[in-house]
């Protein structure tokens, strides 16, 4: 459970150390719970959207998205050639932050668009939508700059 977090707390605020703080900050709340925690219903679910509320939290505190090369490893493979690296870098970064966090839940933890739906507390179909735009946007990105 804690990288999948980790994956989506990158996914919403972009920064690996943005990222490391609002996951911290996740594990420091549910340890103040106390017995609470017994209480909810889809664990799974909870913390996720525990991370999309912190993270967002975190980002109206910066006031700026950054996702750098290293951050995109966790989308790319090793064994990607280091110019569609940073290629697929900056298109990530040109994302929405919530087409991000959507296409990053999908590819990288796993998460069906029906579990993304009940995390971020949005309909089946705008997580499937939100997908969909965020790949069409990064093709024509990598389309322009000749990367694809």
Known sequence: M???????????VGLRADAEDVVQGVFGKLLSMGARLLAVYRPRSYLHRMVHNRGFDRLRERARVVVTDDDVGLF??????PVERVAVAEAVARLK??????VLLHAISGMT???????????????????RLALEKMRAILEREGQR
């Open 113 to 131: 668009f029906r579990e993304i739906a009940r995390c971020l507390a949005i309909p089946e179909a705008t997580a499937s939508s939100r997908y």
């Open 2 to 12: 804690g990288p999948s977090m980790f994956h989506h707390a990158v996914a919403v």
């Open 76 to 81: 790319v493979t090793s064994t990607a050639d």
């Open 97 to 102: 932050p919530a087409q991000r966090e959507v």
